[in-house]
Structures are given as C-alpha cells and as structure tokens.
C-alpha cells in the first residue's frame, strides 16, 4: 500500500471508535517509509506579508525546500495556536487560517490545502508521555505554519499537522515535552517551529519595517541567543527570563520563542547547526532561522 491509499484508507476508519485497538494503529503506521533521520528547523517567520512577497527571506525558504530529503509529513509548533493542554491536528483536511487583520486581500486570498495527517496525530499522542495530548478537529493551519511551508513547499502536497503550545507551562516543560517527539524524526517526519527569536511588535519602528535594523537591545539578545545556539547550552536559553534587559524586550510574551525550544530539544550530539535568515527587520524583530542535522 503506497501512501496516498493508506491516507485514503485511514479516513474512511473512526480513529475515536473503541473498535480500532492501539495496537493496531501502531502496525499500520509502523508501515510507513522510513527515511534517513529527518532535520529540524526554527523558522523566523516575520510578517503575513512574507506569504505573498518576495525577498531574501522566502527565497531562502525556497532554497531550503529543495535542498530537503521530501518528508513523509510535518510537525509544524507555530507561535500562533496556544492552548491550554496540549493538542494536534488530527482532521483530514486542516482549513488555511488567516489569524490576522490589516492586510491586502490578496493575503486573505492565499489557500494552503494541504492534506492533514490523522495517523501521524494518533502516532504523536501516543509518544508523549509527559502529558495528555487532544486530538483537535477544529483549528487548521495558522499564519504561522502556511506563510513558511509554503515556500518550502508549494505544491501542498505533504500531509501537515500542527501542535499547540500549553500557554500555562513554563519553557522547561517544553523543552522536555519536545524530546519525546525525536522518534518521529527517523519516520520521515519534518519537524518545524515557527515563530521569532526576538519578537517585539509594541516596540516595532514601522518606519523601517522594511529595513535592515534592529535597536541595541535586540541586537544584543539576538547575539546572545545564537551563542548559546551554537554552544549548545540549552540551559540559558530555558532560562530566558533571567538573561538580563535585552531578552525581557526581545521576548515580552513567550508564544514566538517557545518553538526554538521544541527545535533545539531534538538536537542529538554531533548534529551540525546552520544559522540562516539571520537579519532584523524593523527594529525589534529577527529573521534568524536554525536548521539541525
């Protein structure tokens, strides 16, 4: 069975129903190609306008999209679905949601169909220990996860699902609750999150949003940030909110920082890091974008 007939198969079966046993969802996805252990990405993902517009940042999403292993599926943590729980995607085909206001219509026009993944929802539920994981069959697919993947890939042909972010736990359950999805990594499955390492819209110089800029502070935590990427220590970057003045500006509400996290909890030893996108944009944000393995 390829696996467009098994995504067709399985959603004709009610994965909720007590008829069908774990054990036997757990056979039928074991089923599925695996691949060489997939990277993991932190995508800046700046501006809704980035969806639609052409610059330096989309074509080097586009350039990353091509130079990928194709993925069986995504995982994409997006700063723009938090909850209280935690909870997947599990429905078939997840709406494009356009989570914001102020914006061209040709940005509202922008539909992203690609299919969802309901086996790979089960699949991320029953890896994870830590907490209890809903499957939700209502929100879709944010600003967030659209506007990057895709540049990455525009066909929307790769099943994609999204996980929320548990706005009432602090960053070390994050951290710890993204370890429990590396497994997926050897299963062909591409993991996102995506959101910006500084992110500061109250500060935002709008004069210069379309400029390479960024104030002192932002400047500082970005570089800050990015040594402690590069170093590996996790540690400091758990502990943001007691880096000092330059990262409570850089990251004054947590949702577009926590995908970092899930991104470098399944870093393993030896794994090369790329830093890409790696500019300010209006004086209080950042672009910077990771790539692991």
């Known amino acids: 069975m390829n696996r467009k007939q098994f995504l067709k198969s399985l959603a004709l079966l009610p994965l909720a129903s007590s008829s069908m046993n774990l054990k036997d969802l757990n056979k039928m996805t074991s089923t599925m190609s695996r691949t060489e252990k997939m990277p993991v990405l932190f995508l800046g993902h700046g501006s809704p306008m980035n969806a639609i517009e052409e610059n330096e940042f989309v074509a080097n999403f586009k350039q990353l999209g091509k130079e990928l292993v194709r993925p069986n599926a995504i995982l994409c943590i997006s700063a723009h679905w ?4 935690t909870f997947v995607t599990a429905m078939q085909n997840p709406p494009t949601i356009h989570d914001f206001g102020g ?13 969802g993944s309901p086996e790979l929802a089960q699949e991320t539920k029953n890896i994870i220990t830590l ?24 066909n929307a042909d790769i099943p994609v699902i999204q996980m929320s972010i548990d706005y009432s736990q602090p960053a070390k359950y994050h951290y710890e609750l993204a370890k429990e999805l590396n497994s997926l990594r050897n299963k062909g499955i591409l993991i996102i999150g995506s959101g910006n390492m500084v992110h500061n819209l109250r500060k935002v110089a709008w004069d210069k949003l379309n400029e ?21 220590d996790h540690q400091s970057l758990i502990n943001f909110k ?3 003045k330059a990262f409570d500006l850089a990251i004054p509400t947590p949702e577009h920082y926590m ?5 470098l909890a399944l870093k393993e030893e030896n794994e090369n890091i790329t830093l890409f996108n790696d ?9 910077t974008s990771v790539k692991i393995g």
């Open 103 to 115: 914006f061209p219509q040709a940005l509202f026009d922008v539909q992203y169909p690609a299919p």
């Open 212 to 232: 390479e800029y960024a104030f002192d502070w932002a400047i500082e935590a970005n570089d800050k940030m990015k040594s402690y990427i590069l170093s590996g």
């Open 259 to 263: 995908p970092l996290l899930y991104t």
């Open 242 to 244: 007691s880096q000092g």
């Open 279 to 287: 500019k300010p944009v209006g004086g209080s944000l950042t672009m």
């Open 82 to 85: 938090e909850t209280k729980g």
């Open 131 to 154: 907490t209890e994981v809903g499957l939700d069959d209502k929100w879709g697919l944010d600003h967030g996860a659209w506007s990057v993947i895709k540049h990455l890939y525009p």
